[in-house]
DNA sequence: CTGTTAGCGCCTTCAT
DNA sequence: ATGAAGGCGCTAACAG
C-alpha cells in the first residue's frame, strides 16, 4: 500500500507548527498587517524549520497577477534574438517578473498555440515578436485584452507598442552602400512575411529607383527556414547574369551564404559582395570580415520590457519606439 | 452583438450561459465521463461564444501539477547554452511542457533565487546547468525534491541525473593537438568553478604529463565573467616567455581573444595558435577558422529533457550520460 | 493583535 | 447523465 504523501508543505502546516491561526502565518510571512513581534518570529522559525515555500499559484489565483510575462520570437538560435530576450530578461527579472519563453520557429500555427498558453497560464503581458505583418495572431492577442508590446516587428495594426528598428532604413543604407561600391546587379536574400522584410525590401527598392536603376524582381527573394539556400545559391549564380553582391535579411544568413559562396569558388568580395545586418559579436571576425548594419538588440529587448512594465503598472498609453541602424563597413563589400 | 466581459470568463459563465451545472461544463469542456451529447455541444458552443480560456492555475492548484520545466543557464547569449535550452524546448513542447528560463550569469546568488522562485511556481521538473561543481545549490535542489536533470555540468554528487560532455576528454584531446603541433607552452584560459573547467583542467594536465612536460600553474587561469581579457592577454604575451598556444574553454571566449590578439598584432597561428570549444556555427568561417571541440549541444538537451520527462512521469531512476567530444582541426592551430 | 470565513477557478467524489 | 459540495493553498475582510 502507498501511502500518498502530501507533497508539499503549506501555510496551515507552517500555523500549526506555529500554534496560531492560518490568517496570522500569513500575515506574518508577508509583513502585512500588525502581527506581534514574538508572533511573527514563531511563524518565521516553524516556515524555516518546515522548508516552507509558498505556493504562487495558489497566491496569483486570489491576486488575479501572476508576475509572468510571456516572450514569444522566432528562435534563440538566432544570437539576435538571444540578445533581445537577454535585455528582456535582464529588465524584468530585476521587477520580480518571471519570464515563459515560446519560440514560433516561424509557424504561425505554433506561435498561436504559445498565445493560447500563455493566455492559459494568465501571464500578465506579453512581449512579441510576430511572425506576419499582417498577423491573425496578433489580432487574437488584441482581442485577447492582454497588454502586450511588440518587438524587432511591428503589424499593420497603428495602435499597438513597439520597439522595432527603422527598417526601412536598413534597407536603403544597405543598398546605397552597394550601389556606391559599384553594384548593379544586387541580389536580396529578404525573410518571410514579417514587418522587416516588408520595409528593407521597400528601402531596397527605394535607393534602386532613386539611384536610377531598375528593380529586377529575380533578384528578390524570401528565405524561409526549410530554403535550401545551397540550391538557391547555386541556382542563381550558373546564370549568366549572375548578381555581383548579396544583401542578406541578417547576419545568420549571411553566414551560411558565405558558406555556400565560398564552396562554389567564389571570392568575397570580388566575386560577389556581401551585405548582412544585426552586428552579431562573430561578424567582425569572419574571413572576410562582414560588412553589416548594426541594429541595438539588447536595448530593444530592454526598451520593450520597460515599455510592457508601463503598461502593466501604470496603464499606460501605447508606446511606439525606433531604432536607428547604422551600417558598418568591413571587407565583404 | 458585442460581449461584456469582466476580465476573465470563468467555467463558471459558460456553465450558466449553457444552462448546465459546472461539474457538467467541467466534464463537456475536458471530454470527461459521460455528457449528453447535446449538452456537450450546448457547451462547447458556449464556451466559444464568450472565448473562454480555461486557468491553469486554478487546475494546477487541483491537480498537483503545472506541466511546466524551470530552466536555469549561465547565459542565452552563449549560443553554446541558445542550442542546449532550444534542444531542451524541442522536447518539452512536444510533450506539452511550458519553459521557464532563468540565466543565472554565472552568479551563484541569482541561481538560488532562480530555484526559489521555481519551487514557488511548482514547476514538475527542473533542467540545470550549475555554475559549481561543489554546488550548494544544487544540495538545495536536492532536499526540495523536485524531480532535476543538470545538464553540461555535473556535480559532486553520485546520484543525480546528466548530461554532460566528457570534459576530460577535451582537455586532454585539446592539448594532446597542440603538443603534437610542437606546442610547449600552452595557455590554458579555464572557465570557473563548474565541472567542465574541474575536468578539462585534469585533461589538459594529464596530456601534458603524458608527453612529459612540466605544468607551469602561471600558465592556467580562470576566466570570470568580469575577466578583462584584453589585460590579462597582454600582461601574458609582454613576458618574456610567452606561451605558443592558448586552449580556450569555449569559442566564445576564443573569439574574444582572438580579437584580442589580433589588436595586439600577434598572426594565428603563427605566433600564437589559437584552440576553441564547442564548435559553435561560425568558427568555420572565421579568420583564420578556428580550431575547436565538437559538443553536440542541441542533442545534449533533447537528451536532458528526454531523461527529465522519465523522471515526472515514470518515475525513473536516475540517468547518466556523457558525450563524447570530437576534436576538429582548422587553420587557427 | 488574532482567528474565522469566504472566496479565487477548477476538478472530483457523491448522491440523485 | 447531472448538480451540489468540498477542497487545492492562499489572502482579505470581518469579527472578536
Known amino acids: 500500500m502507498v501511502v500518498e504523501r502530501k507533497s508539499h508543505i503549506t501555510i496551515k502546516d507552517v500555523a500549526k507548527l506555529a500554534g496560531v491561526g492560518i490568517a496570522t502565518a500569513s500575515r506574518a510571512l508577508n509583513n502585512r498587517g500588525d502581527v506581534h513581534p514574538e508572533t511573527r518570529r514563531k511563524v518565521l522559525e516553524a516556515a524555516q524549520k ?23 520570437i522566432t528562435t534563440v538560435l538566432n544570437p539576435f534574438y538571444a540578445a533581445v530576450v537577454s535585455g528582456i530578461e535582464r529588465v524584468l527579472t530585476a521587477n520580480g517578473y518571471t519570464l515563459i519563453l515560446y519560440n514560433s520557429n516561424e509557424d504561425p500555427r505554433k506561435e498561436r498555440e504559445a498565445l493560447l498558453i500563455l493566455r492559459q497560464q494568465r501571464v500578465d503581458g506579453i512581449i512579441f515578436a510576430p511572425i506576419e505583418y499582417e498577423s491573425q495572431n496578433v489580432k487574437y492577442l488584441i482581442d485577447s485584452k492582454i497588454p502586450f508590446v511588440l518587438v524587432a516587428r511591428r503589424t499593420l495594426e497603428e495602435d499597438t507598442s513597439f520597439v522595432i528598428a527603422d527598417d526601412f532604413k536598413v534597407g536603403k543604407i544597405g543598398t546605397e552602400h552597394l550601389i556606391e561600391k559599384g553594384h548593379r546587379r544586387i541580389l536580396f536574400l529578404n525573410s518571410w512575411k514579417n514587418s522587416s522584410a516588408k520595409f528593407r525590401l521597400e528601402g531596397y527598392k527605394s535607393a534602386l529607383r532613386e539611384a536610377g536603376f531598375l528593380i529586377n524582381p529575380k533578384l528578390i527573394y524570401s528565405i524561409k527556414p526549410d530554403t535550401d ?9 550558373s546564370s549568366k547574369s549572375r548578381p555581383t553582391a548579396i544583401f542578406c535579411f541578417c547576419d545568420s544568413i549571411a553566414l551560411e551564404v558565405m558558406k555556400v559562396v565560398k564552396e562554389e569558388g567564389l571570392k568575397i568580395p570580388d566575386d560577389v559582395a556581401i551585405l548582412g545586418c544585426d552586428n552579431l559579436d562573430y561578424t567582425e571576425l569572419l574571413n572576410p570580415s562582414l560588412t553589416t548594419i548594426d541594429i541595438s538588440k539588447f536595448d530593444m529587448g530592454v526598451l520593450a520590457a520597460r515599455i510592457l512594465l508601463g503598461l502593466l503598472e501604470d496603464n499606460k498609453e501605447p508606446v511606439r519606439y525606433i531604432f536607428e541602424p547604422k551600417l558598418v563597413i568591413r571587407e565583404s563589400t
Not at 495558489?58 to 509572468?68: D, F, I, N, P, Q
Not at 539556400?229 to 549564380?237: N, Q
Open 229 to 237: 539556400l545551397k540550391k538557391l545559391i547555386s541556382e542563381i549564380f
Open 50 to 72: 518546515l522548508g516552507y515555500v509558498p505556493n504562487s499559484l495558489a497566491r496569483s489565483l486570489v491576486y488575479g497577477k501572476t508576475k509572468k510575462v510571456g516572450v514569444i
